[in-house]
């Protein structure tokens, strides 16, 4: 997670969440949340503790209760850890196919529509691009993505550039969600992307049709984490993506498209439980499927996935799951099926990588887990680093992402 914090004109750095406060100043306003803090709420008294880059900005649309934050920390994802894992292994909504957009409209600019960029002169969504609502829309869109690209994403891209080598073709990302912002970052050069989560699918939408104010709010809220972080809070994507009338990922995944430069031409339904977005340069599949042992195999997910081939896979942001024994099956699967696995340390754990098949460079600096994964600690892993010369890393990754200076990443390529 990539946390933003100001830099005022003397140089001092502003507490986080005094500017989380201030983000909303200028913006659509809402009622405060009568439940309490937002989820950003309390990333930003989290991230307030430690040292966050300059520059950077979070938009915070809800209330903050910074002091009520720095008394439970262990609120950051809103439950506790029992309750997180069990929250990913279920499906909140029942999957819904993607369906053609009506009207005449062209996916690829419903996609630029969602993600606040002009679309094609004839197009039907071209007269919706005066509504104040999209307009704000685009410059707060278009603001974030400046941001983001800055701090995240070209940096990923030059580092992938120079560390990452022998690439293939295809790229598994587990207990990714909707993610394809990293996945094209770290691997952009790749013909199949496979992305996975237990949040639906979804549908392709009609915008003419939308409550165009309100489905825009939202659609910014659901990426608000993603944008100023570098990951998706499963909790809240989960409502955001049931309640909103752009529902599943589809609209997400569009709007990631779209912004990554991709023009994306068709849309449609595949098994089991997914989607298969196809655009210049290849194809984005995402499934909705539960990753635990059992399930997984009941699914047909990893059949798909070897029928696909073999690949190179990510895994960042995986809530530690691959460290329980009930996830071995996808383990085994990525780490028989990948030719070079990039992750940080909540993926598959070191000790699982045997020396005898797998050489393994460190990047970064490896710091123990935020508290409420800190049972995943890797001695292991800690004396690696201690005893190498790991090389740096230049952007945040995982859940100490707002920092790239406590962030860590392991690459192993198989012999």
């Known amino acids: 997670m990539d946390f933003d914090a100001g830099q005022g004109a003397n140089g001092a750095t502003t507490p986080a969440w005094v500017l989380a406060r201030a983000g909303n100043a200028g913006q659509r306003q809402k009622p405060p949340n009568p439940s309490g803090a937002s989820l950003l709420g309390r990333l930003a008294a989290l991230a307030a503790q430690s040292k966050p880059a300059a520059g950077i900005l979070l938009r915070v649309r809800l209330a903050i209760r910074p002091k009520r934050l720095a008394r439970d920390p262990s609120t950051l994802f809103g439950q506790p850890l029992l309750l997180l894992m069990a929250a990913l292994l279920l499906a909140a909504a029942p999957l819904v196919e993607a369906a053609p957009v009506g009207g005449g409209i062209d996916l690829n600019d419903t996609a630029r529509f969602l993600a606040g960029m002009p679309v094609s002169g004839g197009s039907p969504l071209a007269p919706l691009t005066g509504d104040p609502a999209w307009k704000q829309h685009a410059t707060y869109f278009g603001s974030a993505w400046t941001r983001l690209e800055a701090r995240q994403l070209s940096k990923a891209r030059d580092w992938s550039a120079g560390n990452l080598h022998r690439r293939s073709s295809n790229v598994f990302y587990m207990f990714s969600g909707p993610d394809f912002l990293y996945a094209n970052a770290f691997f952009p050069s790749a013909s199949n992307y496979v992305l996975c989560g237990t949040e639906p699918v979804g549908t392709v939408p009609d915008v003419t049709k939308l409550n165009l104010g309100q489905a825009l709010y939202k659609l910014e809220g659901s990426l608000n984490s993603v944008l100023n972080y570098s990951f998706f809070q499963t909790k809240q994507m989960r409502e955001d993506f049931g ?173």
């Open 243 to 415: 309640a909103s009338e752009l529902n599943g990922t589809i609209p997400v995944l569009m709007v990631f498209l779209a912004r990554s430069g991709k023009t994306i031409y068709n849309i449609s339904p595949t098994q089991p439980r997914g989607v298969r977005i196809d655009f210049n340069g290849g194809s984005l599949y995402y499934f909705s499927v539960d990753l635990s042992n059992g399930s997984v195999e009941r699914s047909g997910f990893l059949d798909f996935c070897r029928r696909l081939g073999r690949g190179d896979s990510l895994l960042k942001s995986a809530s530690y799951l691959p460290h329980e024994s009930n996830f071995s099956t996808i383990n085994n699967f990525l780490l028989s099926q990948s030719d070079l696995i990039v992750e940080d340390d909540s993926g598959i754990p070191y000790q699982s990588f045997n020396p005898a098949q797998w050489q393994v460079r460190l990047y970064g600096t490896y710091q123990p887990p935020i508290d409420i994964f800190k049972q995943y600690y890797q001695p292991d892993l800690a004396g690696a680093f201690s005893h190498s010369s790991p090389m740096g890393l230049p952007f945040g990754i995982g859940y100490r992402g707002w920092d790239p200076a406590k962030s860590a990443l392991v690459v192993a390529y198989r012999r």
